[in-house]
């Protein structure tokens, strides 16, 4: 039950939550660039890899 009297509070975000949200969503973002650059670069070492373990010998050169 309420009061009628009663003022309720403000809800509105000051500015310096307002920049720490805005903080967050950048640091969410740069965390799943970064994320997805990972696996782009564990999927090109896993061909390249896969290459040299199954791809043909290559010739030793003759000592001489």
């Known amino acids: 039950m ?3 009297c009663a003022r309720r509070p403000e809800t ?3 500015p310096s939550m307002f920049l720490a ?4 969503r950048v640091l ?3 965390f799943f660039v970064g994320l997805a650059g990972s696996a782009v670069v564990v999927l090109i070492s896993f061909v390249e890899d ?3 373990l199954f791809g ?3 010739p030793t050169p003759p000592r001489g």
């Open 2 to 4: 309420s009061l009628p």
């Open 12 to 14: 509105r975000y000051n």
């Open 21 to 24: 949200v805005f903080a967050m």
């Open 28 to 30: 969410e973002v740069m």
């Open 50 to 52: 896969g290459k040299e």
């Open 56 to 58: 043909e010998d290559e």
